[in-house]
């Protein structure tokens, strides 16, 4: 079973750039997350979607950051302009179902770095 | 969400058993306890979760105080594959879904 995949896997841009990054959950799971990842801190969730509906977003911040899962399978987020706490590496999660499932399962992340 | 408390680091020697502890004195009647661990430069990984009894799986046992107010994460034989962070968290079984993250245990495993 193929997990979930993320790209790009690394990125440097400057501030007040726009950056955008991609992920395809695992087949059939209808729950998606997005997180951030600062250094040495766990993940925080940033927006979960339900199929192609946002079920939470309430740590989004929403005057630079927007998601959205088309179609309901992929999903893109994006940041702009970028900002240098924005440095973090971005990780993508999903799960059969949100509730029933205990598993979330996790991408290897995309790592941003913010100059 | 109900806060868990984990050690910032433990170490432990190969082929070892190694108990992780986790407190969570404000745990509700409704919450699952989750173990996931985070291995050098990937995404967390789900390494096991229970409610009340105690549980064992092909990865780790997780044992559970009658009080349910502190938990233990065993790995029976640590590899240095194992080397890793190690988050406990709560999640509300009503709720479910939401994972939340504190800093998690850093375990090194020694030859």
């Known amino acids: 079973e193929a997990g979930v995949a993320q790209s790009p896997r690394y990125k440097i841009i400057e501030k007040r750039q726009s950056v955008a990054f991609w992920c395809n959950p695992i087949s059939g799971h209808a729950t998606l997350y997005w997180y951030q990842q600062i250094l040495g801190q766990g993940p925080k969730l940033l927006i979960q979607f339900q199929n192609n509906g946002v079920v939470d977003d309430s740590q989004l911040p929403k005057d630079r950051f927007s998601a959205e899962r088309l179609k309901g399978v992929d999903s893109t987020l994006k940041i702009q302009p970028a900002k240098l706490e924005d440095s973090a590496v971005y990780l993508c999660?999903?799960?059969?179902?949100?509730?029933?499932?205990?598993?979330?399962?996790f991408g290897p992340g995309t790592r941003l770095t913010v100059t | 969400d109900a806060k868990t408390t984990q050690p910032n680091s433990m170490e432990s020697n190969e082929e070892e058993p190694v108990h992780l502890p986790c407190n969570h004195s404000t745990i509700s009647g409704t919450d699952y306890i989750h173990w996931y661990r985070q291995l050098p430069s990937q995404g967390p990984e789900y390494v096991i979760h229970g409610l009340t009894s105690n549980v064992n799986n092909r990865m780790a046992s997780l044992a559970i105080a009658e009080d349910r107010k502190s938990s233990t994460l065993i790995l029976h034989r640590a590899t240095l594959r194992d080397a890793a962070v190690y988050y406990c968290i709560l999640r509300d079984r009503r709720t479910a879904s939401k994972l939340t993250f504190g800093t998690g245990t850093r375990l090194q495993v020694t030859l």
């Open positions: 999660a999903s799960s059969l179902e949100s509730g029933r499932s205990y598993e979330q399962y």
